[in-house]
């Protein structure tokens, strides 16, 4: 049995941690298995699954608690867990390489650091450290992957990026789950308190600034002014909602927006909607956006977000310099766009099938581990 260590923030339902569940969930577990380093004290949305699965999950302090300490956890973990070969570090920026700087130290022989955004936020220590941090990454990696290409250019050094000493891992989806259903949209527009002829604008994501909702909320007083029977529905939580919800009020929009917290059932409610409106400052590669393709509800996205996205005619994108009234338009135009037909084999043409993924990590992993047992030999 190959154990894989993933290192991430948390276990809870973002696009990191969805994606890694759904390779979790398909990949061969007589042969690999995936265990967890987390700095999330609390049960996360994936915690029960994961056990279920047969993983295990070690909860570390975080930098603000403390970095001896994080320090002594991850040297604690790598300590009594010999079995560790591979070592998979899943990051927004290079703020902190310590896992895998421990990882080194301790001759764990594959270290992977994989890629999964194009920017960040912090202060300019932050970005500053991210910017050294690019220029030694290669001591304490062996293995570099990144969910898009602006997302290996934002992360490796520029002699590396234009090596490509990188492997694009698409932040592929379940194809099977992911259809559109229109009695499963009636049933939900109706315990919602839509009927099929309202105009139901979505989102999908963490309430956190890169999401830009103030910025969406703007743009849909917009669409009232034009459709006085629209809705939003921001599905998701986090840090922001407080703020987010203050400024619902201000706007005086609060009747015509839905908070409706963290779902289970994305698939089902990608059917309600009609549009998918992302305005997001930075992305990876929102694996929700190739989940709502995947059903084939329009898109109208910022610029910001990587055009590899983009795999329907339906998918548009727009710029921050376009006026508010801009996006609007683009709305309700797409509002009224017929869904797409065979979109899965689009979707799986363009790569981001689950099943073609996992396969390949599962590849990559049993090969890296007879490499590491090899040279140990």
Known sequence: MVRVLHILTSLDRGGIETFLMNVYRHIDRTQIQFDFVISTHRECHYTKEVLALGGQIYDIPTRREGIIKRWEALNAIFDTHSEYKIVHYHVSSLTDIMPLQIAKRKNIPVRIVHSHNTSQGGSFIHRYIHRINKLFIKRYATDFYACSDLAAKWMYNRRQYEKRDFVI?????????????????????????????QLVIGNVGRF?????????????????????DAYLCLVGDGELRNQIEKRIHELNIAEHVILTGVRNDIPQILSMFDVLLMPSLYEGLPVSIIEAQATGLPCILSSAITSEVKILDTLIFKSFTDSKEDWCNAVIHAANTMRPLHIETLIADAGYDIMSITHFLEEQYLLKYRSSEISVL
Not at 190 to 197: S, T
Not at 208 to 228: A, G, P
């Open 169 to 197: 891992i698409n932040n592929g989806i379940d194809l099977k789950c992911f259809h559109f259903n229109p009695v499963v949209r009636l049933r939900l527009r109706k315990e919602f308190g839509f009927d099929d002829k």
């Open 208 to 228: 956190h600034i890169q999401k830009n909702h103030i910025f969406l909320l703007e743009i849909f007083v917009e669409i009232l002014k034009i459709r006085s």
